[in-house]
């Protein structure tokens, strides 16, 4: 038994990529992450669904990335300090209570759009903690020189959850409303909380500055010196992330579902259809950055930028001119999962190269931070987009041609950023 803990202080034991411990984080992440998505997916569009407003659709995926904001550098904090496994667990079992409240209680509220930006608020809070801890396992689960197929692997069984996920709420909530939604959501939560009490991670415990506010006041200081002078590439690299996910992610999450129920028509299942093909692109991306491993270099993650300017001409193209409905759906859906092949494709050597350069004491409290640009960026970005198309209801295409530019000016700019990066 000593040995044992001895060997969870000192750290990875392993050359084994798929190790017991890592591999009952992985699963765990489809279960939860799935559960998450059929109900993130579902409650705004129950809001659109009733006020056919693209604006308070865009209001109602925004606001709650908040809470996110705000409690991504505490899940830092406690990831770096505390036993990932307990936290992940604690978590876990919160949302699943918070959902079957929220069960309990819906048909006592009159108005619903309050009641479902709380509800979401409170698990994007949940997920603002749960994300630096999943992220800061990785490192000390898996060798150093396998962190690309990690994150790789990561990201294709994220993408599995998320391709099926969207499908099977647009197809539940079309049929039989919510209930059924939730109910999905707080089992899966559920299992994933008995699933995080088999899981062993490294920990060593660091010593505490002081009271809590010196601590946090202590470690934020001293992440933000490693971003910022140690590695100040960091804060370019969070940058790009920031305009990516303001233009790009915006786009398909906001104005993908309003293109297809407003301007083509159709109905909620194939919104859900057309979120999934784009996991499936994002799958594919995934494997591909697994199989390409130490050759997909921050040298070239602006290729695969370069591809998504390029990937996002023809969403405009059908917008723009006279296209038959059907034409216009198979088109956007095509290109959104071309997209998502090209964003895997530079996020996950990123990601890796992150995590690499960054000591375990801080890889916590610096993947939060990193973090907050980009969920800044969601909250803005879906804000905005929402508004652009409500505003400019008859001209989409504009608002697709600007993403385009924008996309080519971040490629470029990440060119310039990393050619002689390391």
């Known amino acids: 038994m000593e040995q044992a803990e001895e060997r969870l202080e000192t750290g990875i034991t392993t050359t084994k990529l798929w ?30 669904d009733i006020s056919e407003s693209p604006a308070l659709f865009g209001l109602v995926l925004g606001l709650p990335y908040i809470s996110l904001l705000v409690m991504s550098p505490i899940g830092g904090i406690m990831a770096d300090r505390l036993k990932k ?24 509220f009159v108005s619903a759009v309050p009641i479902v930006i709380v509800k979401l608020m409170a698990l994007n809070a949940i997920q603002g903690m749960y994300m630096p801890a999943v992220q800061a396992s990785v490192p000390v689960l898996v060798p150093s020189g396998k962190l690309i197929p990690a994150n790789s692997a990561v990201t294709i069984v994220n993408m599995l959850a998320n391709m099926v996920a969207p499908a099977v709420a647009g197809i539940l909530f079309g049929r039989f409303g919510l209930t059924p939604i939730l109910l999905i959501s707080a089992i899966c939560f559920g299992i994933t909380a008995i699933m995080d009490l088999l899981i ?8 505490s500055p002081g009271s809590i506010a010196q601590m946090v006041i202590s470690d934020l200081s001293q992440s933000l010196r490693f971003i910022v002078k140690e590695k100040p590439i960091l804060v370019k690299s969070a940058g790009i992330m920031f305009f990516v996910n303001l233009s790009l992610v915006s786009l398909l999450f906001v104005g993908l579902p309003v293109l297809i129920t407003q301007h083509l028509g159709m109905s909620m299942a194939m919104v859900g ?21 130490a050759r997909l270099t921050m040298q070239k993650i602006h290729l695969p930028l370069l591809a998504i300017s390029l990937f996002l001409l023809p969403m405009g193209l059908v917008f ?29 050597p990123l990601i890796a190269f992150i995590q690499k350069g960054t000591p375990t004491e801080l890889i916590g409290k610096v993947m939060s931070i990193m973090l907050i640009l980009p969920f800044l960026a969601n909250a803005l970005g879906i804000l905005l987009f929402g508004m652009l198309f409500e505003r400019l209801a008859d001209l989409p295409w504009i608002t697709v041609f600007a993403v385009v530019l924008v996309s080519a000016v971040i490629a470029v700019y990440t060119r310039r950023q990393f050619k002689k990066v390391v």
Not at 99 to 108: D, P
Not at 200 to 207: A, G, L
Not at 279 to 290: P, S
């Open 19 to 48: 190790n017991r411990d890592f591999s009952l984080v992985v699963i765990g992440q489809v279960i939860s992450i799935f559960g998450n998505m059929v109900l993130s997916f579902a409650l705004p569009l129950y809001i659109l």
């Open 85 to 108: 496994q307990r936290i992940m667990f604690w978590l876990d079992l919160t949302t699943t209570v918070i959902i079957v409240l929220y069960m309990a209680t819906r048909g006592l």
């Open 320 to 348: 723009m001119f006279d296209t038959p409905d059907l034409m216009a759906y198979v088109t956007i859906t095509a290109m959104g999962a071309l997209i998502f092949v090209a964003a895997q494709m530079s996020s996950i």
């Open 200 to 207: 062993r991670i490294p920990f060593k415990k660091q010593s």
């Open 273 to 293: 259809l057309n979120q999934s093909v784009m996991m499936v692109g994002g799958l594919l991306g995934g494997i591909t950055a697994g199989a390409l491993g």
